[in-house]
């Protein structure tokens, strides 16, 4: 009986870490032009996931995105964006209003998505992913504010979670984009 327990034990582990191993790459969502934008596609590519707002004290740092993904893109890096309300409702926008936004003030060229919900009941799927442990095997974390950055590896695996505050252009990033 204790070794049946055992294998029981063991198999039901085993199928926890292989689902906690899924990767970001099982993802679609959809663009803020309403097409398919699969996560499936970016397999060998660096990725940064950022909730955003355009109307935050961090809604600057659309600048210092736009800028490292000019400058990383060709590197088999790539910027994905999400419009999100959820903090002081600084992005009440609709999806056409958001995007035009975010090109005419600071020239966004990187992927946005279509605004979805960063926490709480009514959180993303892919939200649930990047701040679960039991869901991406890595780590849990909270979205504290507009510009949080979840970094992604090739693999499509979570690698670390950067404040809002802490700019998208910061040592870290450098170094683990030139790794």
Same mark, same amino acid.
């Given at each position: 009986?204790?070794?049946?327990?055992?294998? #029981?034990?063991?198999? #039901?582990?085993?199928?926890?870490?292989?689902?906690?191993?899924?990767?970001?790459?099982?993802? @679609?969502?959809?663009?803020? +032009?309403? !097409?398919? *934008?699969? *996560?499936?596609?970016?397999?060998?590519?660096?990725? %940064?996931?950022?909730?955003?707002? !355009?109307?935050?004290?961090? @809604?600057?740092?659309? &600048?210092?995105?736009?800028?490292?993904? =000019?400058?990383? =893109?060709?590197?088999?890096?790539?910027?994905?964006?999400?419009?999100?309300?959820? *903090?002081?409702?600084?992005?009440?926008?609709?999806?056409?209003?958001?995007?035009? *936004?975010?090109?005419?003030?600071?020239?966004?060229?990187?992927? $946005? $998505? !279509?605004?979805?919900? #960063?926490?709480?009941? +009514?959180?993303?799927?892919?939200?649930?992913?990047?701040?679960?442990? !039991?869901?991406?095997?890595? %780590? +849990?974390?909270?979205?504290?504010?507009?510009?949080?950055?979840?970094?992604?590896? &090739? +693999?499509?695996?979570?690698?670390?979670?950067?404040?809002?505050? &802490?700019?998208?252009?910061? &040592?870290?990033?450098?170094?683990?984009?030139?790794?």
């Amino acid at each position: 009986m204790k070794r049946i327990l055992t294998i #029981v034990i063991l198999i #039901v582990a085993s199928s926890l870490a292989s689902y906690a191993q899924e990767s970001i790459h099982q993802f @679609t969502v959809t663009s803020i +032009d309403g !097409s398919e *934008f699969n *996560f499936a596609d970016l397999k060998g590519k660096k990725v %940064m996931v950022v909730n955003t707002a !355009s109307k935050c004290g961090l @809604t600057p740092q659309y &600048e210092l995105l736009e800028a490292l993904y =000019q400058e990383y =893109q060709a590197e088999n890096f790539v910027i994905v964006g999400f419009p999100a309300n959820n *903090f002081l409702w600084q992005e009440p926008g609709t999806d056409q209003e958001i995007k035009e *936004f975010c090109t005419k003030n600071y020239g966004v060229s990187f992927p $946005m $998505m !279509s605004k979805i919900s #960063v926490k709480g009941d +009514d959180i993303h799927p892919i939200y649930s992913w990047l701040t679960q442990k !039991s869901e991406n095997g890595v %780590m +849990d974390s909270k979205v504290k504010w507009n510009f949080q950055k979840y970094l992604i590896d &090739e +693999d499509g695996k979570l690698v670390d979670v950067l404040s809002p505050k &802490e700019k998208p252009n910061c &040592e870290k990033v450098i170094l683990w984009l030139q790794q």
